[in-house]
């Protein structure tokens, strides 16, 4: 994940908050924003509710390869911005990736087999 491919800055969050749609399952909250960039781009955001830092960056991480993993299927043109919620905490890497999945499927950026 390059650093061209992520959401930074406080405004760029605000945006995508405004003006994108929010979909959500058990663990995380997806907001997506459709945009003119050539790629997408994400955003995270884990609150200390979730844990400690060694567990809120491990989420990261998992979020960012199932990212890396999905990118010839998703939508190009989008700003994502996941919110984990506590129940990701408890997750391993592949059953983060199927959740990431579901709320993808269910904001219509990836395709449903």
């Not at 994940?1 to 405004?18: A, L, S």
């Not at 844990?51 to 998703?74: C, D, H, S, W």
Request: aromatic share 8%; hydrophobic share 40%; proline share 3%.
């Amino acid at each position: 994940m390059n650093k061209h491919q992520r959401i930074k800055k406080d405004k760029e969050f605000q945006r995508v908050f405004k003006q994108g749609k929010s979909f959500a399952n058990r663990q995380f909250i997806v907001y997506v924003l459709k945009s003119d960039q050539p790629e997408f781009r994400i955003g995270l955001s884990v609150s200390k509710k979730v844990g400690n830092a060694v567990t809120r960056n491990r989420i990261k991480r998992y979020i960012r390869q199932a990212f890396l993993e999905m990118k010839e299927e998703l939508a190009p043109n989008a700003d994502y911005v996941i919110i984990a919620r506590q129940q990701a905490a408890k997750m391993d890497f592949h059953e983060s990736k199927k959740s990431l999945q579901h709320v993808l499927k269910i904001a219509r950026a990836l395709p449903k087999k």
